[in-house]
């Protein structure tokens, strides 16, 4: 931590190592570094120190004064965190009216939200999903962890004096109700949290993760900063050595071992991870410590100073590169966007966090009033303007790019589609072709995200391109959309109807006639979740449709880890083969053994808009050589869409 303005706390520099171990795994969790898949456990790290921290300041003023010094502390907290901020969201808030306006308004909710820490609640209450592969992140989506904090700091205070007059001031009676109220937390994360696509409102949730707010809290209560003496016996120091090894280590092992996905996280991971770093803590205030002198070396304090500022642009900066930059040479992009960070939370460092932390508002502005205005220090005015402006300018065309980069065409996010019905085939241009003719006249496409390009503006803007165009090109009269991003045959996600749900609802419109199923990147993930077996889902889907005629096409991702890994999905396809025994109504388009890896974009699961045209046409293709109009079908089961290359 920063050396404390107030004469009378400690200064405790194991600690600012153990703030440098947090910010490094965050954000080589958000640079996509596999042997980081856990980092994102870094902000875990960041709650229970500042439970710690944030605790042990309010009882050194309870024991001294008698009283917390709440107005001293929030005014600390003010001047602390607000500054760094503001400017993080007024770079990308200038960025987004230059660069683009069009997402401004969402650009501004979002800022206003972060000012006002409610970050975390608007997310859950909008149905955003933190953990979504389907879009690309945003430049504040990382700004929940300080709405988290800030809620606490705003909170805890109060609770804390609450329990204190109630218990007569004794701390131990206070510890073990804290101690309770962690308890009720960690087991209202495990509640909350299910298997399935978005664990979100259990990640984000002020109530699920104050416990390791309050592990550290707890900490504070029982462990005084400081307080034993640096002279104990070697055995003694070994043992307190070792303890912190050894929380180390399961820290360590809890960031390589598990990611966004485990759902060992939620049913004691998390715990686990806030009593390890508890225990770290102590042994890195104790004065006889080794393993505290080792967190507090030069390089490790440094990082721990500006680990606020590190976090705050991490994000900004990361995702204005666009995933392309350096894709050949990866280490080399982390180390530009290593090396980027470091520089804007630097001069954020020495240009507006440390001034207002340690001379306030008003005494910061002055002091740079004065240092602009000084005739006799020439250098140090050029120097102050000029990192000023490569602040702003490395951060605005960051922003700038982060903007760019999220235009369309870019994934839908997993969103459902509006469904629509045509019926016309004036509606939609036919495409002129010499291809064989379908014998399916009405034809109900049920797709996930995977397809929601097939009929997207954005990615096909040529009419004849999109997917209605190409069936009616080979016979299909009248098609029917229940294309709808995150499906699955089997899960609901943000209260949208599955797969199952939208083809009972057609079956029960009077719709019949022949069926295209684009389904299985969703049901992929899920079931490497649960365990279970692809066979019921499949049979699901298929009993509903009653003998009639259904085409599924085989998926396939490039991704090698996390549940959308293409091993999971090479399970689903050979699940799919095994049904055209069961089902002789049922053909299967092999659209793994003919899509092109240059036609996927950076997710490695969604497609270009050169791949939307070919999964448009080889569809249709498909479809008229399964259930061809004249003449027997091409294969009985696994088919291809004739088209080369």
């Known amino acids: 931590m920063p050396r404390p303005v107030d004469a009378r706390e400690t200064y405790l520099p194991g600690l600012d190592g153990v703030r440098a171990l947090a910010v490094s795994v965050v954000v080589g969790y958000h ?77 501004a909710g979002d800022s206003l939200a972060a000012m006002f820490y409610v970050s975390n609640w608007t997310t859950i209450i909008n149905g955003i999903s933190y953990f979504s592969l389907f879009s690309p992140p945003g430049p504040l989506d990382h700004l929940w962890s300080l709405a988290v904090e800030e809620q606490f700091y705003l909170l805890w205070p109060l ?107 939620y049913h004691g991971g998390l715990l686990l991870l806030s009593v390890a770093t508890a225990v770290l803590l102590a042994v890195v205030v104790h004065p006889g410590s080794s393993i505290g002198l080792l967190l507090g070396i030069a390089p490790l304090r440094w990082l721990g100073e500006r680990s606020y500022g590190v976090y705050l642009w991490h994000l900004p900066v990361i995702v204005a590169f666009p995933t392309t930059f350096l894709r050949s040479v990866p280490v080399v992009r982390d180390g530009v966007l290593v090396a980027l960070i470091l520089l804007v939370a630097s001069l954020s460092w020495r240009f507006v966090e440390n001034p207002i932390r340690t001379l306030g508002f008003r005494g910061a502005g002055n ?16 120097g ?42 004036t509606l939609v241009p036919q495409v002129q072709t010499n291809a064989l003719k379908t014998s399916c006249k ?30 009616f090109a080979v016979g299909v ?51 490497s979740f649960r365990n279970s077996p692809a066979a019921p889902r499949i049979d699901a889907m298929m009993k509903l449709i009653h003998g009639e005629p259904v085409l599924w096409l085989t998926v396939k991702t490039l991704l090698h880890s996390s549940p959308y890994a293409d091993v999971q999905m090479q399970k689903w396809n050979a699940a799919l083969v095994s049904g055209c025994s069961r089902y002789p109504n049922m053909r299967i388009y092999d659209w793994r053994s003919e899509v092109q890896a240059p036609w996927y974009i950076s997710d490695g699961i969604h497609f270009t808009s050169a791949g939307y045209q070919q999964r448009a046409k080889r569809i249709a293709a498909a479809l008229a050589r399964s259930f061809p109009a004249k003449g027997s079908a091409v294969s009985p089961c696994l088919v291809s869409s004739g088209i080369p290359g």
């Open 159 to 265: 609770l804390l004096l609450a329990m204190l007059s109630l218990a007569k001031g004794k701390i131990a009676r206070v510890a073990l109700a804290t101690s309770v109220l962690a308890a009720l937390s960690f087991i209202a994360l495990a509640l909350l949290s299910h298997v399935g696509l978005d664990n979100t409102r259990a990640y984000e949730g002020t109530d699920t993760r104050a416990g390791g707010l309050l592990v550290g809290a707890v900490l504070a209560m029982l462990w005084v900063p400081n307080a034993r003496a640096k002279s104990i016996p070697v055995g003694a120091r070994v043992l307190l050595d070792t303890a912190g090894v050894a929380a180390l280590a399961v820290i360590g092992w809890l960031v390589v071992s598990t990611d966004q996905y485990s759902l060992s996280l």
């Open 367 to 382: 002091a740079a009033v004065s240092l602009l205005r000084s005739s006799t220090k020439p250098a140090l005015r050029i």
């Open 442 to 471: 009405v034809l109900t496409f049920d797709g996930d995200s995977t397809s929601d390009g097939l009929i997207s503006t954005s990615y096909l803007p040529n009419p004849a391109d999109r997917i209605q165009a190409r069936l």
């Open 384 to 425: 102050a303007t000029a990192g000023l402006l490569s602040l702003l300018l490395v951060s605005g065309v960051g922003a700038a790019q982060v903007m760019a980069v999220k235009q369309p065409p870019k994934p839908s996010p997993p969103v459902a589609s509006t469904t629509t019905l045509v019926t016309s085939t």
């Open 477 to 527: 009269q009248s098609f029917h959309n229940e294309i709808a991003g995150a499906q699955s045959t089997t899960e609901t996600w943000n209260g949208q109807p599955n797969a199952q749900q939208r083809i009972s609802a057609r079956w029960a419109s009077g719709v019949r006639g022949c069926w295209i199923f684009a389904l299985g990147t969703n049901d992929s993930a899920n079931i």
């Open 31 to 107: 640079l996509g570094i596999a042997k980081l898949s856990g980092g994102l456990l870094g902000v875990g790290i960041f709650f229970t120190l500042s439970g710690f921290l944030i605790t042990s300041i309010l009882l050194r003023s309870w024991r001294q004064d008698g009283n917390l010094g709440l107005g001293t502390f929030w005014l600390r907290r003010a001047r602390r965190l607000l500054p760094a901020l503001i400017l993080v969201l007024l770079v990308v808030l200038a960025a987004t009216a230059l660069f683009s306006p069009g997402n401004f308004t969402s650009r």
